[in-house]
């Protein structure tokens, strides 16, 4: 059958062979999976998720008691106090930039210790001028760069003594840099150190692309607030849209007076019919996380064994779901990301071509031949056009059709 895709026989050995190396890895990313099914089945359970809660409410939405229980399952499986599950938010950056409008306020100092956050918050926090920014309303912002792909303590340390820092942010996703992401025991160490100077600072974590990679979350390991999309990994490819913010009780209603209405908060917000898909992709989820996992390692391995630089390695910890291949070469790049598109069940016969996208700064071409729009927990690749032309791959709800689509990809830039 691969033949008939067009993959070639030496591809096809090379596949192979490939998949012998990488057998030990996936009997890891197995385990992981199945410690997080349980831990959600035991969240069902303990609401009694019943047919009831995947009727919807419209107008309004008072009173919507689906909506508020997938909100406890989401809380008791992320170990938060309260959780904020909504289609209302548009995708994780704006979910993020409700938390950071909610949290923050004029003469307030936010600090990202990962360095500069995702592109498309260079706009929200005012990065790049615009009159709706953080920085229009006199919010600061500061950032602290990570040095060999660990936290600066010194700097943090020096930092926190020096004057009072509303909120810290840390994005555990590499983003479009060529990083590492970063893990849990990671986070966790710095959480610990950043106590020690400072106990209440609001520690933030833009969790995309993280949850259910390893077998804890963030809020288990001290931190206050965790943001993430619902087209990514906890929607398990089935959430038509959305994101969630989950983690102290006080923090979520600030995020939910934010989104809605100041006096209204959580009360407000009609399901319009979406609560059983939410649950149906986190109940899905590390399932589906583990299946992109499972690409991302045999992508890693081949590209590998073809000369490229990868990152991670096959055989790496990883953090986060996404792998970067750097092809040095721009033509590269873009036949790889037009192969993966071509391998997609969704607009195979779409040709991506990079474009000025809103909220970036360089040319970007995406490859999603999704069935929900820009979904990016299904197969999908893109790279910001400039040096060291990365490819950022992530996703894929099978592992038979993520290695499909690597193969084709493989086939095409070749
Ligand atoms: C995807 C992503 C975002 C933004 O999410 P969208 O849903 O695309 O708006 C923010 N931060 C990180 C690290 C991401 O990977």
Request: hydrophobic letters at 35%.
């Amino acid at each position: 059958m691969y033949k008939e895709f067009g993959i070639s026989e030496k591809i096809i050995n090379l596949s192979e062979e490939i998949e012998k190396d990488i057998e030990p890895v996936f009997k890891k990313i197995n385990k992981i999976c199945e410690y997080n099914s349980l831990k959600v089945l035991k969240a069902f359970q303990k609401n009694n998720i019943s047919d009831m809660h995947f009727n919807q409410t419209t107008g309004y939405g008072y009173g919507d008691v689906g909506r508020d229980t997938c909100e406890k399952v989401f809380a008791d499986i992320l170990k938060a106090e309260d959780a904020l599950v909504r289609g209302q938010f548009i995708s994780g950056t704006h979910a993020l930039t409700v938390a950071l409008f909610a949290f923050l306020r004029p003469g307030d100092t936010m600090l990202s210790i990962t360095g500069k956050p995702y592109d498309t918050l260079d706009e929200v926090i005012g990065i790049t001028e615009n009159p709706s920014s953080l920085k229009s309303f006199g919010v600061k912002f500061e950032k602290i760069d990570l040095i060999d792909n660990d936290f600066d303590y010194e700097q943090i340390a020096e930092r926190l003594k020096q004057s009072k820092v509303k909120l810290i942010e840390i994005q555990r996703s590499k983003g479009y840099s060529t990083r590492k992401s970063i893990k849990i025991e990671d986070v966790e160490k710095v959480i610990k150190h950043i106590r020690k100077y400072d106990k209440d600072v609001i520690i933030m974590i833009d969790n995309c692309y993280c949850e259910f990679v390893s077998e804890k979350e963030p809020l288990e390991v001290g931190a206050d607030v965790i943001v993430g999309s619902l087209i990514k990994n906890l929607g398990g490819g089935i959430a038509p849209n959305g994101a969630y913010i989950a983690g102290k009780k006080e923090l979520v209603k600030l995020a939910a007076e934010r989104l809605t209405v100041p006096g209204e908060g959580k009360e407000v917000g009609p399901s319009l019919g979406i609560t059983k898909s939410i649950l149906q992709g986190i109940f899905m989820a590390p399932s589906v996380v583990a299946s992109s996992l499972k690409t991302a390692v045999f992508a890693s391995r081949m590209l590998e064994k073809l000369g490229y630089d990868v990152e991670p390695k096959y055989d790496e910890e990883r953090a986060d779901i996404v792998q970067n291949i750097n092809f040095n070469d721009e033509n590269k790049l873009i036949k790889y990301c037009q192969g993966i598109q071509m391998g997609s069940p969704i607009d195979s016969n779409s040709i991506p071509e990079p474009w000025d996208m809103p909220g970036y700064n360089d040319k970007v071409i995406m490859a999603a031949g999704a069935f929900t729009q820009g979904s990016s927990i299904e197969l999908s690749c893109d790279g910001p056009i400039r040096a060291p032309y990365t490819a950022f791959m992530q996703g894929g709800l099978t592992y038979e059709y993520g290695k499909l689509g690597v193969l084709k990809a493989v086939q095409n830039m070749m």
